[in-house]
T-cell receptor, first 111, second 114 residues
Framework: GQSLEQPSEVTAVEGAIVQINCTYQ??????LSWYQQHDGGAPTFLSY????GLEEKGRFSSFLSRSDSYGYLLLQELQMKDSASYFC????????????FGAGTTVTVRA | DGGITQSPKYLFRKEGQNVTLSCEQN?????MYWYRQDPGQGLRLIYY???????QKGDIAEGYSVSREKKESFPLTVTSAQKNPTAFYLC?????????????FGPGTRLLVL
């Protein structure tokens, strides 16, 4: 099966940088995705890493190290609207390429 | 505008009752999914479909049923066999089930038991 671990909560001030770590265990790792979900809303896609390294997308970047079974999402120049839950998800080729989600990290941005 | 719609936004179920959640997409996506989300938890896959008239069980399919008679529609029935149905249900779609493909989510249906 698959298992993912990420911190449950992170609090930071506006303008700060936050790193959300995700470690995973899966037998047929194919890629790591990140989704954002505001309270009561639908998850929206943020980024995908299929290869090792850093993917930069504006204020949000994502990193993957397949040898360490580890990735992170980096949120820069935090804004109040970034207060949300962030989920990492792995796709497993041995599990019909289905996505398995972590429990989510709630990010709270303070003024 | 293309997107995924789910209805109703809130649904109440009585003891022993089957209820059906609607999911429609006009993105021309082949793959569709149903997830269940409980408070403070991630998304768990109930059922998924990669093509019309075909679907597979996810990780928590017991007490649920689906159909995929049209590409645009993937309704989920929560049967009376599901003893703990209170949750937030999310429908999603993607172009295919390939490794890097993004899943697009609907706004969700919150199911409550009376």
């Amino acid at each position: 099966g698959q298992s993912l671990e990420q911190p449950s909560e992170v609090t930071a001030v506006e303008g700060a940088i936050v790193q959300i770590n995700c470690t995973y265990q899966t037998s047929g790792f194919y890629g790591l995705s990140w989704y954002q979900q505001h309270d009561g809303g639908a998850p929206t896609f943020l980024s995908y890493n299929g290869l090792d390294g850093l993917e930069e997308k504006g204020r949000f970047s994502s990193f993957l190290s397949r040898s360490d079974s580890y990735g992170y999402l980096l949120l820069q120049e935090l804004q109040m609207k970034d207060s949300a839950s962030y989920f990492c998800a792995v796709r497993d080729r041995s599990n019909d390429y289905k996505l398995s989600f972590g429990a989510g990290t709630t990010v709270t941005v303070r003024a | 505008d293309g997107g995924i719609t789910q209805s109703p936004k809130y649904l109440f179920r009585k003891e022993g009752q089957n209820v059906t959640l609607s999911c429609e997409q006009n993105l021309n996506h082949d793959a569709m999914y149903w997830y269940r989300q409980d408070p403070g938890q991630g998304l768990r896959l109930i059922y998924y479909s990669q093509i019309v008239n075909d679907f597979q069980k996810g990780d928590i399919a017991e007490g649920y049923s689906v159909s995929r008679e049209k590409k645009e529609s993937f309704p989920l029935t929560v049967t009376s066999a599901q003893k703990n149905p209170t949750a937030f249900y999310l429908c999603a779609s993607s172009i295919g089930r390939g490794g890097s493909e993004t899943q697009y989510f609907g706004p969700g249906t919150r199911l409550l038991v009376l």
